[in-house]
């Protein structure tokens, strides 16, 4: 899986991005990832058939600075299908009309956020919309 990502979060309904590897998450957060659907900046869509628990993250799955246990993880995804832009801003589109949510720090105009998604000309350019401020 290449980073950056867009990832779509089906038990929680959201639509994020990541710029990092998922390694780490508390004990508590695997189940959020079943089904998760990660689209890299090259288009190339794969779904999460299995997160697996590889051991404990820091001392035991303990650490001072992180409340509850860490878990190392990975993934076992399906193939790579690779997707038109035309197709990832369309399936943007119909989750957010279907109550998705976009992850960001402050409050977002999902009409403001459309027709940026709209207007970008690569996958790459979408995905930093939800990394960044756009």
Known sequence: MKVPSLVFLPNKKTIQATDHQIKRIGIESISIFNEAIFIDRYGCMR??????????????????????????????????????LNYLKELI??????????????????????????????HEEIINLFLYDF
């Open 47 to 84: 779904t999460i058939l299995e997160t697996k628990q590889k051991g404990w993250a820091y001392l035991w799955g303990y650490s001072l600075f992180l409340k509850g246990r860490s878990v190392k993880i990975e993934f076992v995804l399906s193939d790579c299908e690779y997707i038109s």
């Open 93 to 122: 589109s119909e989750k957010l009309t279907q109550k998705w949510k976009p992850v960001f720090p402050h409050p977002v105009n999902k009409k403001l956020l459309n027709q940026k998604i709209m207007q970008s000309q690569t």
